[in-house]
């Protein structure tokens, strides 16, 4: 079919603007409104209510996707950087006595086991070299080395936790704090890491003792593990009360 040209009267074209024109003005006040409207919840969490439920939803959405058969995408060595970058040091206070430290597991209340490092290391040992990715935009290739979460549970009865809906982690003097699901935290990929670069962790990336998450940001990567304890309901996470999302999952 041969292409018509479609002339408008000048009048048309007056008509046509006022009505864009109008449709925009529109949809800007809609916009405001809507802003408005939102600002005017209440918070829950440190985030608005409607955009905490999209993150809770979020939570039960991806966890449909999580499986142990699903590794995150590794790197040859070579691809490691030497100078890893430091981010955090919320709950690594001066004061701590990293000679004395003992991770406190506590199975059930008032069952509490003291694990030393020695007695970590003489677990198997599992190598990791992934991209850590930190919400604040940056990600970096690095090398870690620890034993994986779910042959540490294994190695110290945890059937009856592993059962329950969540982890704690907490650092021992208790500045931060995060909470992990359960299918997360047995991933076969997660750590209770002592390596970094083949070395022993160095103080400020956490030694003795850190989590490595790698189907997480790097916000649920907590240093310095004091504490830890298993529930069925959330445990608090420094970054949830600051509005972020619970689960952070890649
Ligand atoms: N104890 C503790 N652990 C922490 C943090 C922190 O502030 N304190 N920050 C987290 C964040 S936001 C990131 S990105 C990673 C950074 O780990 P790195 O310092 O080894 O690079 O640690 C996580 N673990
Ligand atoms: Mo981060």
């Not at 925009?24 to 918070?43: E, G, N, R, Y």
């Not at 030497?82 to 206070?93: A, L, Q, T």
């Not at 790097?218 to 619970?246: C, V």
Request: with cysteine.
């Amino acid at each position: 079919m041969p292409y018509k040209e479609l002339h408008l009267s000048s009048k048309e074209i007056k008509k046509k603007t006022v009505i864009s024109f109008s449709v925009f003005i529109i949809m800007i006040a809609l916009a405001i409104f809507a802003w408005k409207a939102l600002q005017k919840q209440p918070t829950e969490d440190g985030a608005l209510r409607p955009l905490r439920r999209i993150l809770n939803y979020n939570e039960i959405f991806f966890g449909n996707f999580l499986s142990k058969n699903h590794l995150t995408k590794t790197f040859p060595l070579q691809d490691a950087v030497k100078n890893v970058r430091v981010n955090g040091g919320e709950g690594m206070s001066d004061e701590f006595n990293a000679a004395g430290w003992k991770l406190k597991l506590v199975r059930n209340a008032g069952d509490t086991l003291l694990v030393t490092l020695d007695e970590i290391k003489a677990l198997p040992k599992t190598e990791i070299i992934f991209d850590f990715k930190c919400i604040e935009g940056w990600s970096q290739v690095t090398h870690w080395g620890g034993v994986r979460f779910s042959d540490f549970a294994n190695k110290y009865d945890l059937n009856a936790q592993m059962q329950m809906n969540y982890i704690s982690l907490v650092t021992p003097d208790k500045g931060y704090y995060v909470g992990i699901d359960m299918p997360s935290m047995l991933h076969p990929q997660t750590l209770l890491c002592y390596e970094m670069n083949g070395k022993p962790l160095p103080l400020n990336q956490g030694y003795p003792l850190r989590l490595i998450i790698p189907v997480k940001y790097g916000i649920k990567h907590l240093k310095r593990i004091g504490t830890m304890s298993f529930s069925n309901m959330r445990p608090a996470d420094y970054w949830y009360e600051q509005g972020y999302d619970y689960y952070s999952g890649l």
